[in-house]
């Protein structure tokens, strides 16, 4: 018995026997673990007088930090007097029994040490779409996922590069400034044009093509191929159309036409293409019209602004699982073309079922827009497309072109990915009173949408070589109690939870020493 202590001991076993393997750790962050040199110090901030769902979180996240010690040191540190210090807080409102109403302030967050660095992690997910329960429920599912990143973002050794390009009237920093803040949390974020360097992306994880609004050309084109062909991974954040918005605004009518990029060929190799077409969904935006017909008082009511759909997101992608629908203006629709089973296709943002698309050229005219849902009759129309395989070089049997030199021409790229948003919208932030707005916040609503998350997940995706993005993945089954039932029937569940392991107890008594009482007499 002592032996097998000490082997218990020095090799601890553990069976994960729930359906949804919530005590398991995935592969990733198991290699993450053992790879660390140092120990990582947590200090959980969340503590103090909580209720049931925050203690779960609590307690989940106790769990967790146990699991992960099992592959890496990761220690357990008390929190200092000043660690809430800079962190928004959570303000909880509940209602007990006698009808009082109780205010909580909690902090969701943990900060995770790695030698010098340190980072914040926060353990709330709040999607103002979900319930609390859900909302908590959601936040244990990406436990794993968060301090995994965390851990991987503080103890790597390079930090890795991505670019936005720029040269064709591309957004410039100020209308990307939100995303690219989020993204330097993780990588090194620069801007660029391309030169007649065939190398000069190599260097980046991740290329950014933010709007352009004029044509590339062969050089570049040629460029961006070979890049992908060696394995760069890119973003495409294009519109289908080109319209004024100035126009529009000062006159209420604006022509649209169809945006020529010349990017439809080497779109259509990778395969997909976009369409010049114009989305409007009934599940958009708002937007503040004068309604008053006259020219005193000003009455303003809002309006549905259907050219500016709010997107579906994939449940089944861990890019979109769990991030809110993402906000657009002006957006096209993608196909998926070619049959090749080298590239996988997965379909990430698409319209509501009360859609429609109207193909350029054609003109907006606020006096005639019609909101009648007889005519949007359109399903679920893709926006966003994310790649993975090996694409055929645009450039295939075409020569190098003028100008530039290379002697490592690909004709078929490695395995590598992509992903092609049909709006560049999703990506630019608005500014007001000289500052910035988050990415998908809505100023008139004041609703916070999921751009931002959508696109710091799709370039740590398309970044990712780890594995780490497919942890968002995990699904813990929400098994809720009936408040309402168990209110009605507290005293005889109390009475039940009490009564019946005395019963047993006793029942079991009765019978040892019935047995007892009928070996001895026999004796």
């Known amino acids: 018995m002592v032996l097998l202590g000490v082997a218990a001991y020095l090799y601890p076993l553990r069976w994960d026997l729930t359906a949804d393997k919530r005590y398991s750790l995935g592969e990733a962050t198991r290699t993450l673990l053992r790879g660390l040199d140092e120990p990582v110090e947590v200090e959980l901030l969340l503590d103090g007088d909580l209720n ?49 109403t109780v205010q909580t302030t909690v902090f969701p967050y943990a900060r995770v040490r790695y030698r010098d660095r340190q980072t914040v992690v926060a353990l709330l997910k709040n999607n103002r779409a979900l319930t609390g329960e859900q909302n908590l429920n959601k936040s244990i599912e990406n436990l794993e996922y968060v301090f995994a990143e965390a851990i991987y973002s503080i103890s790597r050794d390079t930090i890795a590069r991505i670019a936005f390009l720029e040269g064709h009237g591309e957004f410039d920093e100020a209308d990307v400034y939100d995303v690219s803040r989020q993204l330097s949390r993780y990588f090194d974020v620069d801007r660029g044009s391309l030169s007649d360097d065939v190398q000069a992306l190599r260097p980046y994880k991740v290329v950014i093509v933010a709007a352009p609004q004029t044509p590339l050309s062969e050089q570049d084109k040629y460029i961006l191929d070979q890049y992908i062909m060696h394995g760069g991974r890119v973003l495409w954040a294009l519109d289908g159309v080109r319209l004024s918005e100035q126009m529009l605004s000062d006159g209420g009518l604006t022509p649209v036409i169809p945006l020529e990029l010349n990017l439809t060929d080497m779109l259509f190799r990778y395969g997909v293409r976009i369409n010049p077409v114009l989305v409007q969904d009934l599940q958009c935006l708002t937007v503040p019209v004068d309604v008053s017909g006259e020219a005193g008082q000003a009455q303003y009511q809002p309006m549905p602004w259907t050219y500016a759909p709010l997107l579906l997101t994939a449940v089944s992608s861990p890019i979109t699982k769990d991030v809110m629908q993402v906000s657009s203006v002006f957006a096209s629709t993608i196909d998926t073309v070619g049959g090749s089973g080298a590239i996988q296709k997965e379909i990430l943002l698409a319209t509501s079922t009360a859609s429609r698309q109207t193909h350029a050229p054609a003109e907006i005219d606020l006096s005639k827009i019609q909101v009648d849902p007889q005519y949007f009759v359109s399903a679920y129309l893709p926006v966003a497309v994310r790649l993975e395989g090996e694409f055929p070089s645009v450039f295939t049997h075409r020569m190098v072109p003028e100008g530039l030199t290379d002697n490592a021409k690909l004709d078929k790229s490695v395995r590598t990915r992509q992903l092609v948003v049909a709006s560049g919208s999703v990506l630019q932030n608005h500014w007001q009173q000289g500052q910035p707005l988050p990415v998908g916040y809505d100023r008139y609503t004041g609703i916070q949408f999921g751009n931002r998350d959508f696109v710091v997940n799709a370039v740590l995706d398309l970044a990712d070589d780890n ?41 079991l008594a009765v019978m040892v020493g019935v047995i007892r009482r009928k070996r001895y007499i026999l004796r």
């Open 467 to 507: 594995g780490l993005i497919d942890l968002r993945e995990k699904t813990i089954a929400l098994r809720l109690l009936n408040d309402r039932r168990a209110h009605q029937s507290r005293v005889a569940i109390q009475t039940v939870s009490v009564a019946t392991p005395l019963l047993l107890i006793g029942l």
């Open 52 to 100: 049931s769902g925050f203690r779960r979180l609590r307690r989940a996240t106790v769990e967790l930090m146990d699991e992960m010690n099992r592959y890496g040191r990761v220690r357990m540190a008390a929190a200092g007097e000043n660690s809430t210090e800079g962190l928004q807080p959570t303000v909880i409102h509940e209602r007990e029994q006698n009808g009082k």
